[in-house]
């Protein structure tokens, strides 16, 4: 049984900065990528950013030079730093692991910006 736990998340002002943490365990076959989607009230699920077992990374434009995926393969960990934060940055965060068999995601975790 493969389980994610996300952190980090909460309430900050505009401009302000979090750091979301994401922690994979159970029988963990070969990952192929991880990253952060995010879901507005009334919105499709989106790609926020992902992060590849050779650590390419890939952002959406709208968070592009903000934010910064990284990950800790030791630790089966990835990382969310977000900076700059806008209202529109305002979702449920989730954190998703593809293996070379299945897709996983966790039960999310609340930003809201604002002042």
């Known amino acids: 049984q493969v389980q994610l736990v996300e952190s980090g998340g909460g309430l900050v002002q505009p401009g302000g900065s979090l750091r979301l943490s994401c922690v994979a365990s159970?029988?963990?076959?070969?990952?192929?990528?991880m990253g952060w989607y995010r879901q507005a009230p009334g919105e499709q699920r989106e790609l926020v950013a992902t992060i590849t077992s050779g650590v390419s990374t890939n952002y959406a434009d709208s968070v592009k030079g903000r934010f910064t995926i990284a990950r800790d393969s030791a630790k089966n960990t990835v990382y969310l730093q977000m900076n700059s934060l806008k209202p529109e940055d305002t979702a449920v965060y989730y954190c998703n692991m593809k293996t070379s068999t299945l897709n996983y995601w966790g039960q999310g975790t609340q930003v809201t910006v604002s002042s």
């Open positions: 159970g029988l963990i076959r070969r990952v192929i990528v």
